[in-house]
């Protein structure tokens, strides 16, 4: 089992900035895939970014390309998402997510989640 925790969320205004982790814990294993997802009220759960274990790969929704980078420390077992230029269409819970067989993956094939962290961009 996995367990996923994120940290970092908070209430800002329009072009701040913000950095989410993600830490892991439990029988986590190696060369696995993580991710950031988020989900707005009313409104399905969205891709956002998602690394591979050696961070040669990365992958971006197009609305957060340029602003937002995903980053991760095998030796802390954290996953980041540094978030600039925030807006408020940005606002929603930001999910973390373990374990996919690819970096294109749908949230049905993520294995782990945690629990959320609101971020919440104000006009």
């Known amino acids: 089992q996995v367990q996923l925790v994120e940290s970092g969320g908070g209430l800002v205004q329009a072009g701040d900035s913000l950095r989410l982790s993600c830490v892991a814990s439990g029988r986590t294993g190696t060369n696995y895939n993580q991710a950031w997802f988020r989900q707005a009220p009313g409104k399905e759960r969205e891709f956002v970014a998602a690394?591979?274990?050696?961070?040669?790969?990365?992958n971006y929704a197009d609305s957060v390309k340029g602003r937002f980078t995903i980053t991760r420390d095998n030796t802390k077992n954290t996953l980041y998402l540094q978030m600039n230029s925030l807006k408020p269409e940005d606002t929603a819970v930001y999910y973390c997510?373990?374990?996919?067989?690819?970096?294109?993956?749908?949230?049905?094939?993520?294995?782990?989640w945690g629990q959320g962290t609101q971020v919440t961009v104000s006009s």
């Open positions: 997510a373990s374990h996919s067989p690819n970096l294109m993956a749908p949230p049905s094939a993520w294995g782990y």
């Open positions: 690394i591979t274990w050696s961070s040669e790969s990365t």
